[in-house]
């Protein structure tokens, strides 16, 4: 277990729709950060937020927002979902007690039909 | 920004043989560089891990190097057995050592251990 939990584990929507995946980070780390793995892509960096401000930005559509809540919980909203869209979303966690080392969640399997 | 370049996507080796995973990067500012195991659904997990202080380092049968001036660094997995079968990824991170930017990964490369 890595301390990251993530909810929910799996969601199946219909094209069009918006759903919101939360992550809650390792105690004490401070970063949080969003990636989405599809078969063809790998792992793709989508956006981290350090200590509730936006840090850094990937390859994250503008249909795609996310946003760390003064408890350090964050959420990553989808919209205008497309089946295209459908991937494992993984959110990460590092600082703390951990330094600079980033570990996973389980990961929330999105299916867009 | 980063790129993190990894070879071979797909590598087959004989149970008890060594296996060796390369990734090359371009940032020069990159300063650690992570490897991370991943299983069939499954999240990715960290293996072991190099900084730019430091040119190899081992943990057990799992030891990584890394060449800053060609910007390249290595997996080497010795002694392989079945339960090594995953997708490994490496990464590189440009931080400076302090909390900062998210890792780039390379594409992973799908490791078959054959029996």
């Known amino acids: 277990d890595s301390g990251v939990t993530q909810t929910p584990k799996h969601l199946i929507t219909a094209t069009g729709q918006r759903v919101t995946l939360r992550c809650s980070p390792r105690s004490g780390d401070l970063s949080v950060y969003w990636y989405q793995q599809s078969l063809d892509q790998g792992l793709q960096f989508l956006i981290q937020?350090?200590?509730?401000?936006?840090?850094a930005k990937g390859n994250i559509l503008e249909r795609f927002s996310a946003q760390q809540f003064p408890d350090l919980h964050s959420e990553l909203n989808l919209s205008s979902l497309e089946l295209g869209d459908s991937a494992l979303y993984f959110c990460?966690?590092?600082?703390?007690?951990?330094?600079?080392?980033?570990?996973f969640g389980e990961g929330s399997w999105l299916t867009v039909v | 920004g980063e790129n993190v370049e990894q070879h071979p996507s797909t590598l087959s080796v004989q149970e008890g043989d060594s296996a060796v995973i390369k990734c090359t990067y371009s940032?020069?500012?990159?300063?650690?560089f992570p490897w991370y195991k991943q299983e069939l659904g499954k999240r990715p997990q960290l293996i072991i891990d190099?900084?730019?202080?430091?040119g190899e380092k081992k943990d057990q049968r799992i030891a990584v190097t890394l060449n800053k001036t060609a910007k390249h660094f290595s997996l080497h997995i010795t002694e392989t057995q079945p339960e090594d079968s995953a997708v490994y990824f490496c990464a590189a991170d440009p931080r400076s050592g302090g909390g900062a930017d998210g890792l780039t990964f390379g594409k992973g490369t799908h490791l078959i251990i054959q029996p």
């Open positions: 940032d020069s500012a990159s300063n650690y």
């Open positions: 937020y350090y200590n509730g401000e936006e840090r």
């Open positions: 190099i900084r730019s202080n430091v």
């Open positions: 990460a966690s590092s600082g703390g007690s951990s330094g600079n080392t980033i570990y």
